[in-house]
C-alpha cells in the first residue's frame, strides 16, 4: 500500500501543475472581474461663487496618454468610492497570482529540465 | 464521534479564522471540510501523515431543492474576513485571499445535469459532483476549543476517493486522490469500512472502478468486502 518515489515524484509535479492551472483560471477570472469596475481616483474641487462654496467631485482616471476628469454628481460619490476600494483590492490579489504563477512555471520548467536532462543520461 | 484535537495549531491562521467563523454560523452542523484540508486534520487525530495541500479549501454543503429556513449569508461572513469573490467562467462563485479559495460542493444525484447549485439558504452555490453523499453521511466532529469542525471520517474520505479517482479527467488529480488513499489505507478502521461500503448501492461500473483503485494502490478489494 505504497507509492514508489518516481510516482510521488510525478503526484507532486501534477499537483503543481493543476495548482498553476488553477491559479491561471483565478487570475482570468479576476481580470475580468476587474475590468467591470471603474478605476482612477477621486478628487474634490471646490469653487466659489458670490458668497457660497461648491463642492464638486471628479473622477480622474488615464486612458492612454490623457487624464479624464469626469465630474460624479455627488449621490453617486460613496457607491464610486466602495467600487475603487473594491478594485484596489483585486488589482493586490491579481498581483499576488501573477507571483504565484511565475513561481509555478519557474518550478515546473526547472523540474522539466531536470527529468529531461536525466532521461537523456 | 468527537475528537478533541490537542494540537490547536494545524492549520495556518487565515483556514482557522475561516473555520472559526463558518462554525460560528452554524455551518458545520451540515457541511464539512472535504478536499486536502482534512489530510492535517487526519495526521492529528488518526496519525496519518501527508504533507501535501492545495491552496483551495473545500466544503461539503448539503443541498435540498425545497429549501425554506435561511440560515446564515456565507457571502457576507466570508467576504468580511477579507476575502473577495469572484465569478469563475463555469459560473460558479468562489472567494479568495492571498492565494487561498474557498469553494463548496454538493451531492449531485444522477447524470450530469446542473454545473451549479445555489444554495439559499447560506447564500453560496456550489459545484454538483457525484458521491459527495458517502462524505456527509460519515463525519466525525474536530474540538479545537474555541470551535468545532466536521470532517469525513477516513474510511469515507478513503471510498470516496477511491471511486471518484478513476473518473478524474486529469492523470495527476487521479494520482493525487490515490496516493492519499495509499497512505489512508493504513490506519483504517476495518467495521466503519465495512459500514461504509456496506450503505452504498454500487453499480457494476462503481464496483469495477473500486476494484481498479484498490490494484493500484495495492489494497486488498476483500477487505471492502468483495470476493
Redesign the interface.
Known sequence: ???KVV??D??????L???LK??Q??L???E??VSELPKGVISERIKRYKDKEYVYYYLKYRVGDKVINKHIPKKEVEGLLKKLA?RK??EK?IV??KK?IAYLNKILSTDKRRHGNSSQK | MEIAVKNKDIFPEAIQELLHALYSAGFFEEAMLVGSWVMPLYQEVFGLSYALRTLDIDFAVKFAYTEKDKKADLEKIIIDLGYIPVLMQSGIRKFTRENFTVEFVAHRKGSRGERIVSIRKWNITASPLPFIDILLSYPFTANFGNFKLRAPLPEAFFVHKLITAQRRPGESKRDKDLEQCSIIAYQLNNDRLKTVVESLKLSKKTQKTLRASCEVIDFPPQRLGFQ
Open positions: 500500500m505504497n507509492m510516482e510521488k510525478k503526484v507532486i509535479s501534477g499537483m501543475g493543476d495548482e488553477r491559479c483560471e483565478m482570468g477570472s479576476l475580468k472581474s473594491l483590492k483585486y490579489e499576488s497570482y504565484k
